[in-house]
């Protein structure tokens, strides 16, 4: 059992930089792979980045390679989502979740979700 919360979402404008953190408890935190996912209104969720039980490998969707920055903190049992250059289309509810493994599915593999943290970016 894991219980996950997400926080640091809020407004920005276009170029802003915001920090998302998951605190994660309930099991050895170190054993999962963790990820970030987003939904946008009308839009289905989908996934943003994944990290490896050590910190590697690291994984990012296409869109958001080279401004956003997933680590991790095993002693603090938390992960983070370093956003820069932030665009109105980054604007969504963002995901934290841990992986029972790591596979080449991004999303099918999930065991357990936090309730997210709203980030929006205004131009």
């Known amino acids: 059992q894991v219980q996950l919360a997400e926080s640091g979402g809020g407004l920005v404008q276009t170029g802003d930089s915001l920090k998302l953190s998951c605190a994660a408890s309930?099991?050895?935190?170190?054993?999962?792979?963790m990820g970030w996912f987003r939904q946008a209104p009308g839009k289905e969720r989908e996934f943003v980045a994944r990290?490896?039980?050590?910190?590697?490998?690291?994984q990012y969707t296409e869109s958001v390679k080279g401004r956003f920055t997933i680590s991790r903190d095993n002693a603090k049992n938390t992960m983070y989502l370093q956003m820069n250059s932030l665009k109105p289309e980054d604007t969504a509810v963002y995901y934290c979740?841990?992986?029972?493994?790591?596979?080449?599915?991004?999303?099918?593999?999930?065991?357990?979700w936090g309730k997210g943290t709203l980030v929006t970016v205004s131009s």
């Open positions: 979740a841990v992986y029972r493994s790591w596979g080449p599915d991004t999303l099918s593999a999930v065991d357990y």
């Open positions: 309930g099991r050895t935190f170190s054993t999962y792979p």
């Open positions: 990290i490896g039980r050590l910190g590697l490998p690291t």
